[in-house]
Each structure stands twice: as structure tokens, then as C-alpha cells.
């Protein structure tokens, strides 16, 4: 069974930067889709950032371009979510989670009418204060 495990979440005000961080406990970067998803309080949960298997494309959800950006490490077997300019609205649980695209929709993060089925981290907490 594949486990994620997310770090570096935390409290920081308007305007400040977090690195959040997966790790994987089995290289499985090179056949699934690689994402970060959100939370907010009595919201659903939405997509923020995927790569695809390749590793050469991502996708960023329009309320985070330019100012979240999306890496993987496959020999450390790490995903790395770092976002700056934050704001209140980020704020929320942040997971990190693995698809297969087939079937899933592929690695689309945006307007998705359903989560992707996969694998997926306990999330690690975001919050931005004013």
C-alpha cells in the first residue's frame, strides 16, 4: 500500500511563503499523476497543482498561478508544493495524493466534477492570517 506524507504546513500572515512537501513511500512518480489538493472549512475539496508521469507538464489552478509552483524529486521521492504571495483564501488542508489517469480524468486539477481515486496523504494544515 502506497502512503504520502505531507509536510511543512503551518501559520504564516497575508503575503508570506510555504513549502509543503510529499513523500512517498514507493517510486510511483513515473505512472501516476502527482497533486496537491485543498480544503477550506465547509467547502469541497478542489485541486491546486499536478504534474503528469512524464514530469515535463503540470497543471496549476487558475487561483494560484504565479504564485504556487510544482516540483517532484523522483530520486528522493518528493513532491514540493511552493506557494508565495499567500493569501486568506489559501487557507485550508492541503493533500497530497497519486492517480492513475486512466479512468481518472487524467491529471487535470481544474473544474474537476469528481476527486480523483488513488492514493492520498492525512493533509497537513495551512493558514493564513491578516
Known amino acids: 500500500q502506497v502512503r504520502l506524507q505531507e509536510s511543512g504546513g503551518g501559520l504564516v500572515e497575508v503575503g508570506g511563503s510555504l513549502t509543503l512537501s510529499c513523500l512517498a513511500s514507493?517510486?510511483?512518480?513515473?505512472?501516476?499523476?502527482m497533486g496537491w489538493f485543498r480544503q477550506a472549512p465547509n467547502e469541497e475539496r478542489e485541486g491546486v497543482a499536478a504534474i503528469l508521469p512524464s514530469g515535463v507538464a503540470t497543471q496549476i489552478a487558475d487561483s494560484v498561478k504565479g504564485r504556487f509552483t510544482l516540483s517532484q524529486d523522483k530520486a528522493k521521492r518528493t513532491l514540493t508544493l511552493q506557494m508565495e504571495s499567500l493569501k486568506l483564501e489559501d487557507t485550508g488542508m492541503y493533500y497530497c495524493a497519486a492517480w492513475n489517469p486512466v479512468g481518472n480524468g487524467g491529471c487535470t486539477v481544474a473544474g474537476r466534477q469528481t476527486l480523483p481515486s488513488g492514493y492520498w496523504g492525512q493533509g497537513t494544515q495551512v493558514s493564513v492570517s491578516s
Open positions: 514507493e517510486d510511483i512518480f513515473s505512472r501516476h499523476c
